[in-house]
Nanobody, 124 residues
């Protein structure tokens, strides 16, 4: 099972940018489809973006399309989330997740491994 660790969160003003990283260790990183989720206080964990094992295919939640970009570097065992034009509604703890099955999934229960999360706070 792969171990995941997020970094890069912080406090930013609305309209600003942040780049999150998810470092993986353990099993072969390129064997996993990866995703970012987020969870705001009092809300359920929600899907943000997904990237296929090779990085060729990506998929986004509608609310982040055109603002967020998911990518991965399999040589570095790392996934990224570039977040631009941030809004206060983007405030949440952001989690990276991995699954061995192929295909896109928006369902947290279908992911095998999770990081501990990194806080993103966007001030107005």
């Amino acid at each position: 099972q792969v171990e995941l660790e997020e970094s890069g969160g912080g406090l930013v003003q609305a309209g600003g940018s942040l780049r999150l990283s998810c470092a993986a260790s353990g099993r072969t990183f390129s064997s996993y489809a990866m995703a970012w989720f987020r969870q705001a206080p009092g809300k359920e964990r929600e899907f943000v973006a997904h990237i296929a094992r090779t990085g060729i295919s990506t998929y986004y939640e509608d609310s982040v399309k055109g603002r967020f970009t998911i990518s991965r570097d399999n040589a570095k065992n790392t996934m990224y989330l570039q977040m631009n034009s941030l809004k206060p509604a983007d405030t949440a703890v952001y989690y990276c997740a991995a699954r061995t099955a192929s295909g896109i999934s928006r369902t947290p229960l279908l992911y095998n491994s999770w990081g501990q999360g990194t806080q993103v706070t966007v001030s107005s």
